[in-house]
């Protein structure tokens, strides 16, 4: 998805040239590097009070448990169409994962998780599967009032709006940001985290950084030193991301603009289409999702797209991409949640009391709906005759008969 030029190429160049590649090392001097500037900067974007550079999606939401000082004991709810790192981040703190069902948006459902809280819950961490916004205000409204935390996973949304001056993964009381190949902005691999409280921003930024106690800033920090781990980004993928962040905006207004074209041909079909939540989230869903009423004519419609469209597009059922179905987290799904034993939240007695049972077919809601969705690749390159040809290519291919 991400674009890429010369000016990543200069960027990266003037930092090797200048020696400075580890992040905090002109920090005494009270040099403001790459990586700093680049917080502040998606910080800024992300209307977020305070943002974290760290290696890895995966690594940002190991710092939102951390931030939020969740371990064993404790549950969260995600969905069960996610990447695995949300099942991985809070085991790795001895969290306990909820798996429960998504709805029609593809994304966790309100009811859902509403169902699944006990009294050990203590997070819900909703994720914005191929940018497509949860339902964020029903979601807020149950943790304000069950008095739950929310871990906003954005990994797949970068720079999303939820409203004019919200954007996605700054709603919750932490947010985690991928900047990995498959992402809107990269730098090959890279992360973020977002917090609102200043407490919570300074035990990610400690856990992140085990040398924090040794950093200039650490005597700014408010909270006691705890032992942390290294997930540090550096300078030179820092100067990457500052480069792809100035070029977000332009890719979301094409990959809206692309929709929008494509929604425009398709709009007298009578598809049923994913529903997109927030008043302007569309801008970050690089899916368009038709929904068919059996799972075969989904399937065909997918063989189908290809040839329909001159080998131009593609499409594919969510249930096939297996490695976002829960069913598929095979360490999880079998409860081995670490290398021992002895290190595995599943056999931690304070997780003891009531584990929650996974199985292949827990969710068959949600297996369901991921079997008659097509998800259409749109990209922000296309320009508006690819577009309008995409859009005639899924109604052609809508409309054939009986995809068996
Ligand atoms: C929804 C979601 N969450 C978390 C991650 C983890 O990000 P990373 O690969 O940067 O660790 C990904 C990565 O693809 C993702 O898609």
Not at 212 to 219: L, M, Q, V
Request: charged share 20%.
């Amino acid at each position: 998805m991400y674009r890429h030029g010369r000016e990543e190429i200069e960027a990266v160049t003037k930092v090797l040239a200048n020696g400075q590649w580890f992040r905090y090392g002109d920090a005494a001097a009270g040099h403001l590097g790459e990586a700093a500037r680049f917080e502040r900067e998606y910080a800024e974007a992300m209307r977020s009070p305070h943002v974290g550079m760290v290696s890895s999606g995966t690594a940002a939401l190991m710092c939102c448990y951390a931030g939020l000082a969740l371990g064993p004991g404790d549950e969260v709810i995600i969905p069960g169409y996610t990447w695995i790192a949300s099942a991985l981040a809070p085991l790795h703190h001895g969290v306990i994962p909820v798996i429960v069902d998504i709805d029609e948006s593809l994304t966790l459902d309100p009811a859902a998780v509403e169902r699944a809280i006990t009294p050990r819950t203590r997070a819900i961490n909703p994720v914005h599967m191929n940018g497509l916004a949860c339902d964020m205000d029903a979601l807020r409204e149950i943790a304000s009032r069950r008095g739950l935390v929310l871990i906003e996973d954005a990994c797949q949304a970068d720079g999303g709006r939820w409203t004019g001056a919200e954007r996605l993964g700054a709603l919750g009381e932490m947010g985690a940001y991928s900047f990995n190949f498959y992402k809107m902005i990269s730098c090959g691999d890279g992360g973020a985290f977002a917090a609102r409280s200043r407490e919570h921003y300074e035990r990610a930024l400690m856990f992140h950084d085990g040398g924090c106690i040794f950093r200039p800033h650490a005597k700014e920090l408010g909270i006691e030193f705890f032992c942390g781990i290294n997930l540090r980004g550096n300078e030179i993928l820092a100067a990457i991301l500052r480069v792809q962040l100035a070029r977000l905006d332009a890719i979301l207004d094409d990959l809206h603009r692309v929709r929008r074209r494509v929604l425009a041909v398709i709009r007298s079909e009578g598809l049923e289409l994913v529903p997109l939540r927030g008043s302007d989230a569309t801008g970050t869903a690089s899916h368009l999702g038709v929904r068919f009423a059996h799972a075969d004519d989904a399937a065909g419609f997918c063989r189908s797209l290809p040839t329909l469209s001159g080998g131009t597009a593609s499409a594919h059922r969510p249930i096939d991409s297996g490695r976002h179905v829960y069913r598929n987290w095979e360490p999880v799904m079998a409860q081995r949640g670490a290398y021992a034993q002895a290190a595995d939240p599943f056999h931690h007695p304070a997780n003891a009391t009531a584990l929650p049972a996974y199985h292949p077919d827990m969710l068959p809601r949600t297996l369901d709906l991921l079997a008659r969705t097509a998800l259409i690749a749109l990209h922000p390159d296309q320009e508006d005759a690819t577009a309008d040809a995409l859009g005639a290519a899924i109604a052609a291919s809508a409309r054939q008969p009986a995809h068996a």
